[in-house]
């Protein structure tokens, strides 16, 4: 199939097959990220809002149709100018990367960016989010998007998760993956970061004996815990904590969501950072 190299090292791909394309492909898979440390994220927004804030763009992939959009150039000249190769694809391809019938007319392979634990500077009022587990990307992106939203500092991944660089993950980050910290730790790790904590730990878990709305989470570091989806918070990350929080439930659920549990709790913890502009109440 057609390849050719453009003046400015853009180069055109239409074929699937081509190596440089599988290898792009092959970031769908867990292993080939975790070797490569590199990820997809896709959308012309998303990716402008990385190259702005400063992550490192490994490549920029464009669907032939839209280079003479004068915004993508501009973003693909920034990128190129700090290293990023430039390609040029029949939308076949785009499809295959982001296996999507639909898919975005820009995509990038982004190099991963993880905050140490032991980095984790916390003052003031900042608030982190613990993950227990986290089982399923979908929610683990809204939880980081909400992370982001309220203003919070970062999430922290404990013990085996899904992980916060798959296409699915990232895609339901909506941009924020690339806004917060992302950190990890084993369960002795977490543990020993957890007692070093020098505010406020809530953990949530149905079994809590405090109403969440009671807790006073002002003027101080808050670390907020939550439990895996299927099997809750194990006792021993449950037992360190300063509170054990519920959130009140009135119907027949069991429990709630663990996005919408975090999304809840985020925004009692922000609650008084959180105005409508022009408003001091
Ligand atoms: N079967 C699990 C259990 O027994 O804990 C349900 C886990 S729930 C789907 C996932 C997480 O969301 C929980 O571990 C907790 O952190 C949080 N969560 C969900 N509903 C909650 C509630 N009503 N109060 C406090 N935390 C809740």
Sequence with gaps: MAEENHPGQVKEITAVSNPVIKSIRALNLKKNRDADQLFIAEGLKLITDAVQIGWNIKTLIYAKNIRATPHLQEVAAIARARGASILEVSEKVLGAITRRDNPQMVVAVVKQRWEPLRDIKVQGDDVWVALDRVRDPGNLGTIIRTVDAVGAKGVILIGETTD??????????????????????????????????????????????????????????????????????????????????????????????????????????????????????
């Excluded at 992302?182 to 020098?198: D, G, M, N, V, Y």
């Excluded at 194990?234 to 300063?242: F, M």
């Excluded at 975090?262 to 022009?278: A, C, Q």
Aim: some cysteine; proline content about 4%; glycine content about 6%.
């Design 164 to 281: 916060p660089f798959s296409i699915e993950a990232v895609r339901a980050t909506m941009g924020s993956i690339f806004n917060i910290k992302t950190s990890r730790a084993s369960l002795a790790e977490f543990k020993k970061f957890q007692s070093e904590w020098p505010g406020i730990v809530v953990a949530t878990h149905l079994k809590g004996a405090v109403d969440y709305r009671s807790l006073n989470y002002a003027d101080q570091p808050t670390l907020l815990l939550m439990g895996n989806e299927q099997q809750g918070l194990p006792d021993e990350l449950a037992e360190n904590c300063s509170n054990l929080a519920l959130i009140p439930m009135d119907g027949k659920a069991d429990s709630l969501n663990l996005a919408i549990a975090t999304g809840i709790m985020l925004f009692e913890i922000r609650r008084d950072k959180l105005k409508v502009s022009g408003t001091d109440e």
